[in-house]
Nanobody
Framework: QMQLVESGGGLVQAGGSLRLSCTASGRNFNGYSMGWFRQAPGKEREFVAAINRSGGNPYYADSVKGRFTISRDNAKSTVYLQMNSLKPEDTAVYYC???????????????WGQGTQVTVSS
């Protein structure tokens, strides 16, 4: 089993920034691609960003491209999501997830965190 713990969520005004962190334990972090997903009230969970095992080839949803940056530090077993120019429509619970092998934009991940709330006020 792998445990994933997110942190860094909160309340921010539109145009502001937040950095989410997700720290893994229990499995070899280096062996997993990592993704961030989000779920707003009344909506389905949606893909936000993903990164491969070595930290290369990041991929983003069109809605966040150019504003969000995913990165990872394998020495710290942590993946990050830097979110800039936040908009009210970015309000959601953000989840990190780990997937053996290549990353995916679908929710076919092996392990999930409990989520962290991000609220962007207008």
């Amino acid at each position: 089993q792998m445990q994933l713990v997110e942190s860094g969520g909160g309340l921010v005004q539109a145009g502001g920034s937040l950095r989410l962190s997700c720290t893994a334990s229990g499995r070899n972090f280096n062996g997993y691609s990592m993704g961030w997903f989000r779920q707003a009230p009344g909506k389905e969970r949606e893909f936000v960003a993903a990164i491969n095992r070595s930290g290369g080839n990041p991929y983003y949803a069109d809605s966040v491209k150019g504003r969000f940056t995913i990165s990872r530090d394998n020495a710290k077993s942590t993946v990050y999501l830097q979110m800039n120019s936040l908009k009210p429509e970015d309000t959601a619970v953000y989840y990190c997830a780990a997937r053996s092998g290549d990353y995916s934009i679908t929710a076919t991940y092996n392990y999930w965190g409990q989520g962290t709330q991000v609220t962007v006020s207008s």
